[in-house]
């Protein structure tokens, strides 16, 4: 069954530090997701991206933020100076863009700032 | 703004016995709700999807019902093993592309 799949599963970075994490999303799925997961709360949307474009985002992806689509496959979230809230566990997810099909998402990366 | 309540926070049974996770919505205006399993600092597996026109969805020994009006939803585990012991987190899509997901339900198994 397809994947998706997140790297690396697990870092570390200091505070004020630049992190990039890295998806490659279901290969013939067309909306790409960013979620988070602070420990013990709610999963929280972080940014829908289709067609190479931001399609909406929340309240928490400020200008910290960003995503991009560097080639067919890849599908990455950096954030440009960690904060120690930054801390959570980022899950990428993909759809088809058909809502007859649901949320693929994948293993996680667990972010810690310290 | 949808709010998604799961009830209960966590459920411990033994095993063997059938157990029903409740989720409950604001806005019943959702395209579809989804049923996912988390394990311990791992990711999501979908387990269920229900369709906004559908009632029911079935997997082996797993039930979701959805009452749209009502805004409900409920998971229903037969004959529990060890093994299902996890998060249950329950998820609406409503009329954005995004997910807004409950706190989840934290069901142990015994032997």
């Known amino acids: 069954e397809p994947e998706v799949t997140q790297t690396p599963s697990h870092q570390v970075t200091q505070m004020g530090q630049e992190v990039i994490l890295r998806c490659v999303p279901i290969?013939?799925?067309?909306?790409f997701y960013w979620y988070r997961q602070i420990l013990g709360q709610k999963v929280e949307f972080l940014v829908s991206f289709y067609n190479n474009e931001i399609s909406e985002k929340s309240e928490i992806f400020d200008d910290q933020f960003s995503v991009e689509r560097p080639d067919g496959s890849n599908f990455t979230l950096k954030i440009r100076s960690t904060k120690l809230e930054d801390s959570a566990m980022y899950f990428c997810a993909s759809t088809p863009g058909n809502r007859n099909y649901g949320y693929t998402f994948g293993s996680g990366t667990r972010l810690t700032v310290v | 703004k949808q709010e998604v309540t799961q009830i209960p926070a966590a459920l411990s049974v033994p095993e063997g016995e059938n157990l029903v996770l409740n989720c409950s919505f604001t806005d019943s205006a959702i395209y579809n709700l989804q049923w996912f399993r988390q394990d311990p600092g791992k990711g999501l597996t979908s387990l269920l999807l229900?369709?906004?026109?559908?009632r029911e969805q079935t997997s082996g020994r797993l039930n979701a019902s959805l009452d749209k009006s009502s805004g409900r939803s409920t998971l229903y585990i037969a004959a529990s093993q060890p093994g299902d012991s996890a998060t249950y987190l329950c998820a609406v899509l409503g009329g954005s592309e995004k997910l807004v997901f409950g706190k989840g339900t934290k069901l142990t198994v015994n032997p």
């Open positions: 229900i369709q906004s026109s559908q």
């Open positions: 290969s013939n799925h067309l909306y």
